[in-house]
């Protein structure tokens, strides 16, 4: 049976109206009371004063009161008074408390029959007057009356008692019109003094619980989807390995990561992100049964908790579930997006029969298909922790290469394509592995843009090249690849002028390349960051073009000094379908009508360097030149080319020939 408690405002809130209750019933009773009191004192004085009144002007007081008939200026008093609006009666009593004598508004007369009155009887004997006021309860009585008795004496011994009976009905009934709105204007003021700031409380104590319960919430969900956040994922899976019984009941772990993300980021903007990510989080909710947990665990990574299983075939099934539904087209304003997922999955207690150990399996079962080329599922297995561990010690090693300034950067030969002489080169970046050898880009960038610090690797590069730079003749130019990363932080410009400032190198000798990737988010900010760049002097060159869908577009959207080919051309070079050289011509063509200079990369055989030589290209670089070197080795191809002498014989078609450094 479940107990509901009551939440604890309405526990208050009942007592505050029990408190507000009390606070104005009370004031109602005082003021009642109170007005009951002085009604009582207005009456009673009254209806005295109409029975001294009556016993100093009846002067034949004790013959009245021995039976016999008044005398004519008694009922002449008597008359007068009888006509009183108030005074509805006078009763005489003789010294033993029996009426003698009634009058009242119909008529004076001696009483026939006597009527023994115990007031009467004891104000004569105590000669104290005695009074009262009552409710009238026959039809001859006001609704509300006062009676005074009062003892007559004559030579200081009493001889009768006079009684006054005086209506205060009128007087009553004012008395309490007053009272009501007297009683009505101070409970108001009761129950505001008392209310007001005990609502306030009410309300403050209400948005206060709520911002409690928001908190509480906040502190195990996600704020932008609403899914559970890593503290109640961790608490849900505690309780669920905790809970496999019997034999064979098992649960598995789907780690989600949407593949490519960042490029939605960069297309659509975070709006465009963000709407992906509670689009994907809402379909997630949908797959899950009752007894399973969806969570985010930031960015775009989402962990599907499933529990209550016995074999493996339904964790695939439910996998391949997931992937379908991810990967469902969605729309974000006028843009379609198709989603891709990879899953990681690991199963307890087999993969791990802690928390922490399965969320790890399944991690590591997530980066293996991100290996593997994502949009994939993969199920944990013992031999992939090697795996991570060799990822784990390669982002060691790019931290410590970054913190401890141990990136290395070796500089490829660019030269002028018609006087045959070297115009600078292009720093190429490489880190030192544990056996003394050099990692090329390829192995460690992708690494270094998942961890997030490819900005801090380009930023070191930026800086040793243009170190590096200032010591070679002045005609030499240096370019720097760039990335997206660089851009996000929206300082790279004071970056630029700071590596200028330190190294003293003139910003015309800085060529800065970028590829359009760079460009496929908010291009209109980074061009006019580029633009500032250019302002100072600073070459911006379109690298790697011809391989994006787009790259025309941004060529008449920015004046780029200088258009770098696609090494991929040259590798298509001289295939039967001669493509590759048409486009190549074309690219040179259109860099000329458009005043941009092209530079083609991958220049690697004599048939490719005789095609370029009259094709016109600008420049050329390839492993045909020089492979890339470190700064101490490039002294052999720097000198020679300064003192106007050529490196090697001179090729058929008048190229020096560089001996590639290995």
Not at 11 to 31: A, D, E, N, Q
Not at 217 to 232: K, M, V, W
Request: charged content about 25%; overall charge neutral.
């Amino acid at each position: 049976m479940t107990i509901r408690t009551i939440p604890t405002v309405w526990r208050y809130s009942g007592l505050l109206v029990f408190i507000l209750g009390l606070l104005v019933g009370g004031t109602w009773i005082t003021i009642k009371t109170t007005s009951d009191y002085i009604l009582y004192q207005s009456a009673t004085r009254t209806a005295r004063h109409w029975a001294q009144f009556l016993a100093a002007n009846v002067r034949d007081m004790e013959q009245i009161a021995a039976g016999e008939t008044p005398s004519s200026a008694s009922m002449t008093f008597f008359e007068a008074t009888r006509k009183s609006e108030d005074v509805f009666r006078y009763t005489i009593f003789n010294s033993y408390g029996y009426s003698v004598l009634v009058s009242d508004r119909n008529s004076v007369t001696p009483v026939d029959l006597s009527e023994y009155s115990a007031d009467a009887a004891r104000s004569i004997k105590s000669n104290k007057p005695i009074v009262g006021a009552h409710e009238g309860r026959t039809p001859d009585q006001p609704a509300y009356f006062a009676e005074a008795f009062m003892p007559v004496l004559v030579g200081g011994r009493p001889v009768a008692t006079v009684a006054a009976y005086v209506d205060q009905t009128d007087e009553r009934d004012s008395f309490y019109r007053t009272f009501l709105v007297a009683a009505a204007a101070l409970c108001l003021l009761t129950a505001l003094s008392f209310g007001l700031p005990a609502i306030a409380w009410y309300f403050r104590t209400k948005e206060k619980q709520q911002a409690d319960r928001h908190i509480r919430y906040l502190a195990h969900h996600d704020i932008l989807t609403g899914l559970s956040n890593r503290a109640r994922l961790m608490e849900k899976l505690e309780r669920a390995v905790a809970t496999l019984s019997p034999p064979g009941k098992m649960v598995a772990v789907h780690f989600i990561d949407i593949d490519r993300f960042k490029e939605v980021n960069d297309i659509l903007g975070h709006d465009g992100g963000d709407h992906l990510l509670s689009t994907l989080g809402q379909r997630l909710k949908e797959l899950t049964r009752a007894g399973d947990l969806v969570a985010r665990l930031g960015g775009d990574e989402f962990v599907v908790v499933q529990t209550d299983i016995f074999d493996k075939g339904a964790v695939e099934d439910y996998a391949q579930r997931i992937a379908s539904a991810l990967s469902m087209p969605l729309h974000f304003k006028d843009e379609e997006i198709n989603p891709r997922v990879t899953i990681g999955v690991a199963m307890a207690p087999v993969d791990g029969d802690t928390p922490a150990r399965l969320l790890k399996s399944a991690d590591i079962a997530l980066y293996n298909g991100k290996a593997a080329g994502r949009n994939c599922i993969r199920f944990f297995s013992p031999d992939m922790d090697e795996t991570m561990l060799k990822r784990l010690r390669l982002e060691k090693m790019i931290r410590d290469a970054i913190a401890f300034n141990r990136i290395v950067v070796h500089y490829q030969p660019i030269y002028e394509a018609k006087d045959k002489r070297l115009t600078g080169f292009e720093a190429l970046v490489r880190l030192p592995a544990p056996d003394g050898s050099l990692m090329p880009p390829s192995s460690f960038i992708p690494v270094a843009q998942e961890m997030r610090i490819l900005d801090k690797l380009g930023e070191r590069v930026l800086r040793e090249a243009c170190r590096t730079a200032a010591t070679w003749p002045s005609h030499l130019t240096v370019a720097v690849n760039l990335s997206a990363a660089q851009f996000e932080s929206g300082v790279f410009y004071d970056t630029v002028v700071a590596a200028l400032k330190e190294s003293r190198l003139a910003p015309e000798r800085l060529e800065l390349e970028i590829t359009e990737t760079l460009l496929l988010g908010d291009s209109q900010q980074t061009f006019a960051q580029l633009q500032k760049l250019k302002s100072l002097g600073v070459s911006i060159v379109m690298d790697d073009f011809g391989t994006g869908y787009s790259s025309l577009r941004y060529l008449w959207q920015f004046h780029f000094n200088k258009i770098k080919i696609d090494r991929s051309f040259m590798q298509s070079f001289g295939t039967s379908s001669g493509n590759a050289e048409t486009v190549v011509k074309t690219i040179i063509a259109l860099g000329r009508e458009l005043k941009m200079r092209v530079t083609i990369e991958g220049v690697e055989t004599p048939g490719q360097a005789e095609f370029l030589h009259e094709a016109e290209a600008d420049q050329v670089q390839g492993f045909y030149f020089g492979r890339p070197a470190p700064a101490s080795e490039i002294e052999a191809i720097i000198h020679p080319d300064a003192q106007g002498k050529a490196c090697a014989p001179v090729s058929p078609i008048g190229w020096p020939k560089i001996v590639p450094i290995s």
